[in-house]
């Protein structure tokens, strides 16, 4: 699946693919955001990504867009 996490005071979003299910990702989020320490987890290269809870401003969790060719 892929996710999209906004960084505050960066100017790019981290776009990152992980075979976490969206309920694990996102149960992993909401802990690290209520103990205010750090989001990390794999992606599907196995490496190892780790971001500070109090700098993520906002995350987008979705299947992503494999297969698309052409014109929309």
């Known amino acids: 699946?892929?996710?999209?996490?906004g960084v505050q005071h960066a100017p790019r979003?981290?776009?990152?693919?992980t075979e976490l299910s969206p309920?694990?990702?996102?149960?992993?989020l909401t802990e690290a955001v209520g103990s205010g320490g750090i989001l990390a987890f794999t992606d599907t290269r196995g490496r190892r990504i780790a971001v500070?809870?109090?700098?993520i401003a906002y995350v987008e969790i979705g299947?992503?867009?494999h297969g698309t060719v052409g014109f929309r």
Not at 13 to 17: A, G, I, Q, R
Not at 23 to 28: H, L, S
Not at 52 to 55: I, W
């Open 13 to 17: 979003e981290l776009v990152v693919e």
């Open 63 to 65: 299947s992503g867009s």
């Open 23 to 28: 309920e694990d990702f996102e149960a992993q």
């Open 1 to 5: 699946m892929e996710v999209k996490i």
């Open 52 to 55: 500070s809870a109090s700098k």
